[in-house]
Structures are given as C-alpha cells and as structure tokens.
C-alpha cells in the first residue's frame, strides 16, 4: 500500500511489547556506557532510580503523577495515527486545555465543585479540540499538512499562554511572578491516598477504554479501521474521511487538552507559563514507540515517567546534572527510529 | 526484404508466471536500421517479451541470438553490455540532477572524477544530430514530459546502445510531440539502429514502422512488413476473429419509456491522467451499456465520475432524475449505486480487515446496531452467504484477512460485496478479470439477471468478446471522447477495433 505519509508501525500487542523491551534493553545499556564515561557507577544508578521510584510509595505515586498527562498526550497522538495523521501538537493542545480551564476555574468561581468540575474538564478539552481542529480543517480541506501546522501551533499555543499570565489573568498578589490567581478549591481536582495522584488517572484510564472499545467493536471503529488499512476503499466506499480527519483531531486535541486541565487544576493550581516540561513530545515518542497500540501505551508512559523521575534522582544522589536523562529519552527515540529500515 | 542478418533473433520463447502463459513459443526478430513496432492488447505478452529481451525477465525456454552468437541476458546488465537498452513508461531521471549528471549515471565505466564539459559536449552532439535537443544543464525536474523522454533515449545512445526498446513512447506524449519522436526515430533507422516500439494504437503503427509484429494471448499473431499491413488486418490480429455470440438471445426489449437511471450531459473533467471531453451518456433501466476501449483512454476517470470521486469540470450528471453532479461518494452509492473497481486489491478491499469485515463495509450505515455503537455481524454474514450464493460462487472464509485471499479471491469478494446491496445502478470495470472460466460465466450470468431485473449497468471491459454478448448498446472511449457509439448488431469487431486504436469512424 503507497502511503506517502510516515507511519507508525502497527504490532499485536504481545509483539509490540516485546520489541519495544528489547529497544528499552538496548537504549538502557548505551545510557550505562554514558554514566560509565561520567565515573559513574550504571548499576547503582539504576538502582536508585528504581529503588526510589517503582519501589518506594511516595516516589510510585509521583510516577503515576507524571504518568496521566503522558497517557493523555500519547493517546492525542495515536487516535489520529490510526489514520495517519501525525499529530506533533500535543503540547499546544495541552497549553490551550489549561487556558480554557483556567477561565472556566476563574469565571464560574462560584459554581460548586460537582458543576465547576466538569465545567473546567468539559472547557479544558474544548480547549484541547478545537486547537487541533484547526489543523484538522486545514488538513481536510488539503491546505496545509497536519503534521507541520500542529507543530508550529505549539508556539503559538505557549506564546498565547504566556500573553494571559503576563498580562490580563496575572494575579496581582504574586509580585512579579508570571502566574494566575490560584484556583478556588471548587476548581481543584481531586486528589487519592494524600498523593498528588488525582482523577485524572482514572480519566486516562477510561479513555484508553473507550478508545478500545470503540476501535474495536463500533460502526465508526470500523470505518476508522478500514481508513488506516486502505484509504482509497475507503473514500471509494463512501467514508467522510474529511469528517473524520476533523472528528479524530479534535478528539485527541481533547484529550491533551485534559491533560493540561490535571496540570492547572490538581497539580499547579493556577495557570503559569512553565506548565509543562514537554509532556506533549514525550507523548508522541510514547505513541510511536508503541505503535498505537493501548497497552504498549501505558507501559512507555510508566517507562518514560520513571525516566524522568529517574532525573531528580541522579541530580541529587549522583551529582549529575538532572537533565542527563534527556540523553537517555534521545537514545529511545534513536533506537525505535533505528529499528525501521530505510527504503 | 531483408537481406541482412538480424541483430537479434529470439527463437521459441516461452515465458510463465503462475497461473497465466505470458509467451508461448515466441519468435522475434530485430534488424539494424529498423523500426519494429509490436502491437497488442494489453495483457498480451508484448512487455513480457521485451523484458526478457532487457533482461528483466528470464526466458522458460527458447533461445536469444545476438550477432551470430547465442546469449544468455540474465540481466539489464547484461542486456546494456550487449548494446540493448530500453526506455520505461516510467521515467528514471532523477529529478534534482541536471541531465548531464543524469545521463553520466548511465554511462558505462564512468571515471571517478566526472568532466560534465565533455559530457555536455557529447549530448549536444548526438542530440543535435537525432533532434533530441535539450538543455544539457537543465535539472531534471524542469524538463517537460517529452525532454525527459529525450534525455532517456540520449542515456541509451550515449552508452552506445544499438538496440532501443520503447515501451509505449507515445503514451505520454501530445500530439506535435509524437511527430517529434517518430522524426527522431526516423533519423535513428537512417543511422542504423534498430528500433522495437511498443503500443496498442493503430495509426502510429502505420505511420512509423517498418514492420509490425501483433501478438494475441502470450502468442504471435503475424508479423508484416508496412506494405502489407492495412487497418482492418491488425484489427484481425489484435483481437482474432472468431466471437462468441451467446447472449444475444436473451435480451428483452428495453423500457425506452423508462427515466433513465444516469445521465451525463457534456461532463468534462480536469486533473491527473486522462480528461474526459464532453462525455454523454444515459443508461435506462435494464440495459447494459458496453465501453469499448483501450485502457488509459479514460475509462476509470468514466467510473470515478460517476462514482463522486472527481468532480465535474463541466456538464451534469443526473442520477434516478436528480441533479447528482454534486453529490457526495456516500450519498450516490445509498441511491443503489454499486462499483466493481478495476483493481480491487487497491480499490476496493482493505487487505488487514477481515472478509465479513470487508463485507461490512458496504453500508456501513445498514449495518450498525445502537446508532453505531454495535454492528450487527450476523447480518453482514448473512448478506455474504446471500450474495455469494447468488453469484454461484464458494463462502470465503469470513474471519480471514482479505489481504491473504488471491487475486481471483479479491475479485469474488469485490462483486459478492457489490452487488449484495441489490443494486439499480452498476458501474463495472473489468469484472470477470482475473476470474476463472466458471467464475466469469457466473459473473456474466449475474450481470444480465440483474439487467433482467430492472438494473442499469455501464460495463467497462477490454474484452470485445464479452462487450458485444452481454452489451445492449456499446460506445467507444478513445483519449476521453466517446468517439463511437452502436447497438453490437449493427457494427462489428472491426469497427469498434479501429475506432478503439484511433482510427476514424466508416473508414
């Protein structure tokens, strides 16, 4: 089949899974000769990350904590993938989620918490969707690649942010700081087990659900599905890809949007600048490594999430600059890009 | 007439892919200072035999003689190191090289330090003298369709090629860049090569070569000289002249009172490939029209027309009596419109679904249970053992993937799909291809029950046989006209062949 789009491979999820251990495998032992080079000593490393990650109870939560906005934004990646479409902006849609939310947060302050709550959600992936709809428009109507203006709306997501927080929403009690008032408590999503952890997990969770369910048992699973296996029967058949290329971008758009909301609304607490470390691109790495698939999904974001929670270790136990770790998440970009041949 | 020795001699060459016999015990000869155009339909082993020429392809039996010597051309290399070289319908240039880098790519025992001074010079010179002037510091992506041909015939000569196969030069050309091509191999015959030209049109034929070999189902029909040669005589050796008339008997008389199910009124259209020119047409209920013609001459741009898929630069097209010119793919085809696509493989199947899958796809919309939510698959299997069974054919396997079903498989699937939706309006481009003889009869028989019933059919083949026994009225597609139309009672093979290749009408 003649795609002139790249494409995320597709796997069954037991080979997916697989394969992207053994891509980890080998991305883990290039970062060891990396932390040998250093003086450092890789098996120690390794497992202080692990010990203050997966094992310790606090450090597993700020996992998860790191986890939903991944989830969220890999999946912003992979529902559009299933037909073809690359979506690069899950950071703006993040950025553009929280905006909407902190209006919503800001403005609807007197609403109580079991309307203001799915208010700031319901606006937060409005906010999300209609930022990728615009690619999606631009995309259906064969103006403009969806791939170049998603990453280019980034920009101008954050810079749009950046005005707010300058400007008209900055919160007059917070000296120079670039920052929104904090949300009232009304605003603020719930929290588990006196962790960060908040409902967004479970947001994320079900929305990998219905994704699968949707993908696999619907009309519109169907459709989708025939679209990414062969879009000319497709459009011979009478499916509305235009509609769809919409539909698909707006709803991952959303779901990144959400993960913006868990930003402002459980994590930050208000609207600033430095929302995100990136949660956007690491989704889409999330997303290609694991080929789309649900599963493969879930476990990159725990791999990626303990990554970088593994920077903050080697920064203060190690004496290595925390950003060390951005060698080891280059590594598993390069190894999963290696592993397709080039034509 | 020729009292030199052949160039090259091909003796006896039989060549088989699984399932079809593409050279039967074929004999060719090529001689210096000739233009030997091989004529055909498609499908009927000419570019099987000039890739075995080239080296492509290796013979099954047979013998190639080159000179005086037996050879053995195992591959293009092989081919070229014997002075053969072909120009493909699809060019290689590389676009972001100037046609001196492209040409030097070419050439043989290229030093490592290239001097594009004397490479220029050499093109010049030999382009000068052939006509093929182009500008040798042109990048390849600026040269037109015809100077990208130029510049694939100077690669050739350039590397000293004495033998040049063109595999339907013409295809790609307007007209005044045809003349410009057979001027060029006109001067090339005067300089001794041997030229070996592939088409399937009549005139050309007559126009430029000396001798015409026409061969018919993987065999050679005849080979003459141009003296011999008329139009009416390689119509007969293109598509024989023995025709089953089957069919004929079970026509009934068409509703002529009846609004007609399709109507095109000067429908133009514009973009890649073949445009249609003031395309009109009707079909009414239980008729089948018949397009005649070679393919490429704007039979799928016909079929995607009338399917949605391109829009109308110009005219109307009206479906059961409404103005459809611009309605959507999906709302033409829940108007009981169905599609039999030409290649179904990339047309029609989406190869990692499933059969029942794939069968879904039909009518999405029918099929969906709780607006969407659920699909109904016990439906979907029961309109594919309906519709199979009425088609006479054998259940596919419902849960495999269509994408490992063969290629008469795919065919089955893409009609049981099809025509399950009970359909008033069909629009068939080659549905028998690919099928066995049973299969194809069943196709056939399904066809006109269906016209029988009250369905319109447009049905687009390249076999005249089947046109003119399942036709009630046929009409020519020749480079996006219709240039002819007739009931098959009323004309002959002859006729429709001429008008086919191009030639004018009541010649």
Same mark, same amino acid.
């Given at each position: 089949?003649?795609?002139?789009?790249?494409?995320?491979?597709?796997?069954? %999820?037991?080979?997916?899974?697989?394969?992207?251990?053994?891509?980890?495998?080998?991305?883990?032992?290039?970062?060891?000769?990396?932390?040998?080079?250093?003086?450092?000593?890789?098996?120690?490393?390794?497992?202080?990350?692990?010990?203050?990650?997966?094992?310790?109870?606090?450090?597993?939560?700020?996992?998860?904590?790191?986890?939903?906005?991944?989830?969220?934004?890999?999946?912003?990646?992979?529902?559009?993938?299933?037909?073809?479409?690359?979506?690069?902006?899950?950071?703006?849609?993040?950025?553009?989620?929280?905006?909407?939310?902190?209006?919503?947060?800001?403005?609807?302050?007197?609403?109580?918490?079991?309307?203001?709550?799915?208010?700031?959600?319901?606006?937060?992936?409005?906010?999300?969707?209609?930022?990728?709809?615009?690619?999606?428009?631009?995309?259906?109507?064969?103006?403009?690649?969806?791939?170049?203006?998603?990453?280019?709306?980034?920009?101008?997501?954050?810079?749009?942010?950046?005005?707010?927080?300058?400007?008209?929403?900055?919160?007059?009690? %917070?000296?120079?700081?670039?920052?929104?008032?904090?949300?009232?408590?009304?605003?603020?999503?719930?929290?588990?087990?006196?962790?960060?952890?908040?409902?967004?997990?479970?947001?994320?969770?079900?929305?990998?659900?219905?994704?699968?369910?949707?993908?696999?048992?619907?009309?519109?699973?169907?459709?989708?599905?025939?679209?990414?296996?062969?879009?000319?029967?497709?459009?011979?058949?009478?499916?509305?890809?235009?509609?769809?290329?919409?539909?698909?971008?707006?709803?991952?758009?959303?779901?990144?949007?959400?993960?913006?909301?868990?930003?402002?609304?459980?994590?930050?607490?208000?609207?600033?600048? %430095?929302?995100?470390?990136?949660?956007?691109?690491?989704?889409?790495?999330?997303?290609?490594?694991?080929?789309?698939?649900?599963?493969?999904?879930?476990? %990159?974001?725990?791999?990626?999430?303990?990554?970088?929670?593994?920077?903050?270790?080697?920064?203060?136990?190690?004496?290595?600059?925390?950003?060390?770790?951005?060698?080891?998440?280059?590594?598993?970009?390069?190894?999963?890009?290696?592993?397709?041949?080039?034509? | 007439?020729?009292?030199?020795?052949?160039?090259?001699?091909?003796?006896?060459?039989?060549?088989?892919?699984? +399932?079809?016999?593409?050279?039967?015990?074929?004999?060719?000869?090529?001689?210096?200072?000739?233009?030997?155009?091989?004529?055909?339909?498609?499908?009927?082993?000419?570019?099987?035999?000039?890739?075995?020429?080239?080296?492509?392809?290796?013979?099954?039996?047979?013998?190639?003689?080159?000179?005086?010597?037996?050879?053995?051309?195992?591959?293009?290399?092989?081919?070229?190191?014997?002075?053969?070289?072909?120009?493909?319908?699809?060019?290689?240039?590389?676009?972001?090289?100037?046609?001196?880098?492209?040409?030097?790519?070419?050439?043989?025992?290229?030093?490592?330090?290239?001097?594009? +001074?004397?490479?220029?010079?050499?093109?010049?010179?030999?382009?000068?003298?052939?006509?093929?002037?182009?500008?040798?510091?042109?990048?390849?992506?600026?040269?037109?369709?015809?100077?990208?041909?130029?510049?694939?015939?100077?690669?050739?000569?350039?590397?000293?090629?004495?033998?040049?196969?063109?595999?339907?030069?013409?295809?790609?050309?307007?007209?005044?860049?045809?003349?410009?091509?057979?001027?060029?191999?006109?001067?090339?015959?005067?300089?001794?090569?041997?030229?070996?030209?592939?088409?399937?049109?009549?005139?050309?034929?007559?126009?430029?070569?000396?001798?015409?070999?026409?061969?018919?189902? +993987?065999?050679?029909?005849?080979?003459?000289?141009?003296?011999?040669?008329?139009?009416?005589?390689?119509?007969?050796?293109?598509?024989?002249?023995?025709?089953?008339?089957?069919?004929?008997?079970?026509?009934?008389?068409?509703?002529?009172?009846?609004?007609?199910?399709?109507?095109?009124?000067?429908?133009?259209?514009?973009?890649?490939?073949?445009?249609?020119?003031?395309?009109?047409? $009707?079909?009414?209920?239980?008729?089948?029209?018949?397009?005649?013609?070679?393919?490429?001459?704007?039979?799928?741009?016909?079929?995607?027309?009338?399917?949605?898929?391109?829009?109308?630069?110009?005219?109307?097209?009206?479906?059961?009596?409404?103005?459809?010119?611009?309605?959507?793919?999906?709302?033409?085809?829940?108007?009981?419109?169905?599609?039999?696509?030409?290649?179904?493989?990339?047309?029609?199947?989406?190869?990692?679904?499933?059969?029942?899958?794939?069968?879904?796809?039909?009518?999405?919309?029918?099929?969906?249970?709780?607006?969407?939510?659920?699909?109904?698959?016990?439906?979907?299997?029961?309109?594919?053992?309906?519709? $199979?069974?009425?088609?006479?054919?054998?259940?596919?396997?419902?849960?495999?993937?269509?994408? $490992?079903?063969?290629?008469?498989?795919?065919?089955?699937?893409?009609?049981?799909?099809?025509?399950?939706?009970?359909?008033?309006?069909?629009?068939?481009?080659?549905?028998?291809?690919?099928?066995?003889?049973?299969?194809?009869?069943?196709?056939?028989?399904?066809?006109?029950?269906?016209?029988?019933? +009250?369905?319109?059919?447009?049905?687009?083949?390249?076999?005249?046989?089947?046109?003119?026994?399942?036709?009630?009225?046929?009409?020519?597609?020749?480079?996006?006209?219709?240039?002819?139309?007739?009931?098959?009672?009323?004309?002959?093979?002859?006729?429709?062949?001429?008008?086919?290749?191009?030639?004018?009408?009541?010649?």
């Amino acid at each position: 089949m003649a795609s002139a789009h790249a494409r995320i491979p597709r796997h069954s %999820s037991a080979r997916a899974m697989l394969r992207a251990t053994g891509l980890f495998g080998l991305a883990f032992v290039i970062f060891a000769a990396v932390l040998l080079a250093a003086g450092k000593d890789p098996i120690r490393a390794y497992r202080d990350i692990l010990s203050s990650t997966l094992v310790d109870r606090y450090g597993f939560s700020e996992v998860l904590v790191k986890m939903i906005p991944l989830m969220l934004t890999a999946l912003a990646v992979a529902i559009p993938s299933r037909i073809w479409l690359i979506n690069i902006g899950g950071e703006g849609q993040l950025y553009m989620g929280a905006l909407f939310a902190t209006w919503a947060a800001t403005y609807f302050a007197a609403l109580p918490a079991w309307e203001l709550l799915p208010l700031v959600a319901a606006l937060g992936f409005l906010g999300g969707g209609l930022w990728a709809a615009i690619s999606g428009v631009m995309r259906a109507y064969g103006w403009v690649s969806e791939t170049i203006s998603t990453l280019l709306l980034n920009y101008v997501a954050i810079l749009i942010v950046s005005f707010f927080v300058f400007g008209p929403w900055k919160d007059p009690e %917070s000296a120079n700081y670039p920052q929104t008032a904090e949300f009232v408590a009304a605003a603020r999503l719930p929290t588990f087990f006196g962790t960060r952890v908040h409902l967004g997990l479970l947001i994320a969770l079900v929305a990998f659900i219905v994704y699968h369910v949707v993908l696999t048992r619907t009309r519109w699973g169907l459709e989708i599905r025939a679209m990414g296996g062969n879009m000319e029967a497709a459009r011979r058949s009478g499916i509305a890809i235009g509609r769809y290329v919409l539909v698909l971008m707006f709803i991952g758009g959303g779901l990144a949007g959400l993960a913006g909301v868990g930003e402002v609304s459980a994590i930050q607490g208000r609207l600033r600048p %430095s929302l995100s470390p990136g949660y956007g691109y690491t989704g889409f790495l999330i997303s290609w490594i694991a080929g789309g698939n649900p599963y493969g999904i879930v476990a %990159s974001a725990l791999l990626m999430a303990v990554i970088t929670a593994g920077g903050d270790v080697l920064q203060m136990a190690h004496r290595l600059p925390g950003s060390v770790v951005n060698i080891l998440m280059a590594l598993m970009l390069f190894v999963v890009l290696a592993r397709r041949r080039v034509p | 007439m020729h009292n030199v020795e052949p160039l090259v001699a091909l003796r006896g060459i039989t060549k088989s892919f699984p +399932g079809i016999l593409a050279n039967d015990r074929v004999d060719f000869d090529v001689y210096p200072g000739e233009i030997h155009a091989l004529l055909g339909e498609n499908g009927a082993g000419k570019s099987t035999l000039v890739k075995v020429l080239y080296g492509i392809h290796q013979a099954d039996t047979g013998t190639i003689q080159f000179g005086d010597r037996a050879v053995q051309i195992r591959s293009p290399h092989d081919a070229r190191r014997l002075g053969i070289g072909m120009v493909f319908q699809q060019f290689t240039l590389i676009p972001a090289l100037s046609v001196v880098e492209n040409v030097a790519l070419f050439l043989p025992h290229l030093p490592a330090v290239l001097d594009h +001074g004397v490479i220029a010079r050499r093109i010049e010179e030999v382009s000068g003298r052939y006509g093929l002037a182009v500008d040798p510091w042109a990048p390849a992506w600026r040269l037109s369709v015809g100077e990208q041909q130029k510049v694939e015939i100077l690669k050739l000569l350039l590397a000293r090629s004495r033998v040049l196969i063109l595999d339907e030069p013409t295809r790609v050309l307007v007209p005044h860049e045809i003349d410009g091509l057979f001027r060029v191999l006109a001067g090339l015959r005067e300089h001794g090569y041997a030229v070996v030209f592939i088409t399937h049109k009549l005139p050309e034929v007559l126009t430029c070569a000396d001798r015409i070999t026409v061969m018919r189902g +993987g065999t050679v029909a005849g080979t003459l000289v141009r003296a011999e040669a008329t139009e009416r005589g390689l119509v007969g050796l293109m598509f024989g002249t023995a025709w089953p008339e089957e069919g004929s008997s079970r026509r009934e008389p068409i509703r002529e009172s009846a609004r007609p199910l399709l109507e095109l009124r000067e429908v133009d259209t514009s973009g890649d490939g073949v445009s249609l020119r003031q395309i009109t047409l $009707t079909i009414a209920p239980g008729e089948i029209v018949g397009v005649a013609g070679v393919s490429g001459n704007g039979q799928r741009e016909l079929g995607d027309v009338i399917l949605g898929l391109t829009q109308t630069a110009g005219g109307k097209k009206i479906i059961h009596g409404q103005d459809a010119t611009r309605w959507s793919v999906d709302r033409i085809r829940r108007s009981g419109v169905a599609f039999v696509p030409e290649d179904p493989l990339r047309m029609l199947i989406v190869p990692p679904l499933s059969v029942l899958e794939n069968m879904a796809l039909a009518d999405t919309r029918k099929y969906a249970r709780h607006v969407g939510l659920t699909v109904d698959w016990i439906a979907v299997r029961r309109d594919l053992e309906q519709s $199979t069974r009425r088609l006479a054919l054998e259940m596919l396997p419902p849960a495999v993937p269509a994408g $490992t079903l063969s290629g008469g498989n795919v065919q089955r699937l893409s009609l049981v799909r099809e025509l399950s939706i009970d359909p008033r309006l069909i629009v068939a481009l080659y549905p028998t291809r690919g099928l066995d003889v049973r299969g194809a009869t069943a196709a056939r028989h399904l066809l006109l029950a269906m016209r029988n019933r +009250g369905a319109g059919e447009l049905l687009i083949s390249e076999d005249l046989g089947e046109l003119f026994s399942m036709s009630d009225r046929l009409i020519v597609l020749y480079r996006g006209r219709i240039v002819g139309e007739a009931r098959p009672k009323d004309t002959t093979v002859y006729e429709i062949g001429r008008l086919m290749t191009g030639g004018v009408a009541g010649g």
